[in-house]
């Protein structure tokens, strides 16, 4: 009995984390009206187009949405990065990355900032400075990862510098971590199983 009683007070893991790859769209599909708008309200006048499109459902010759990737250039020179979903009838959102606070610095949706993008495996690293931490001398760095499920992109590890405590940085304690299994074949079938993300 007091094997099960320990057995059971024991955390649950959070279930794994199945990522999907984002198919780019060569040529790329024409920016509606919307993603154009969202992409300069975030990054300004961005001259020459980076964006990438990549399909998020639909067939090879028509996608049903489309996820923009675009590099922008911050305040202070910080790399950004903006992710906007665009739909078949034109119409467009920032992507949802939704995570623990503080806040994200760039202050506005679906742009986040030192963003390591990897279409091959729907995964992205984001890792940023969210506050000057006076009383530590340092800054408080955030790092996350992101899988990409089929579906959206879902938090997988979040890990802050002990700056953010007040303390001197350069340890990096973990506080959330969910194992990122390789992607299926298939995209279609690489949907997570549906998991909270603890707040």
């Known amino acids: 009995r007091l094997a099960a009683a320990r057995t059971e007070l024991r955390p649950v893991a959070a279930p794994p ?14 920016a509606s009206a919307e993603a154009l708008a969202l992409r300069r309200e975030a990054c300004g006048a961005p ?4 964006s990438r499109a990549y399909r998020l459902l639909g067939d090879g ?14 305040g202070a020179g910080l790399g950004q990065t903006l992710f906007v979903v665009q739909n078949a009838d034109g119409s467009a959102e920032p992507t949802a990355f939704p995570g623990w606070s503080p806040e994200r610095p760039t202050g506005h949706p679906g742009l986040i900032a030192s963003a390591h993008f990897d279409a091959a495996t729907g995964r992205v690293v984001e890792l940023w400075r969210a506050r000057e931490a006076p009383a530590s001398g340092g800054a408080c760095g955030i790092r996350r990862h992101w899988g ?12 802050r510098s002990t700056s953010c ?27 997570a199983a549906g998991f909270r993300v603890p707040c």
């Open 17 to 30: 984390l199945v990522t999907a790859p984002l198919p780019a769209i060569d040529p790329p599909p024409t």
């Open 47 to 50: 001259g020459l187009d980076p």
């Open 61 to 74: 010759q028509r996608p049903d949405r489309t996820l923009w990737v675009t590099p922008c250039l911050g």
């Open 148 to 159: 990409w499920t089929g579906q959206a992109f879902e938090l997988a590890h979040e890990s």
């Open 165 to 191: 405590a007040g303390f001197l940085t350069g340890y990096w304690p973990r506080l959330f971590h969910r194992e990122m299994v390789v992607p299926a074949a298939n995209a279609r079938s690489a949907v």
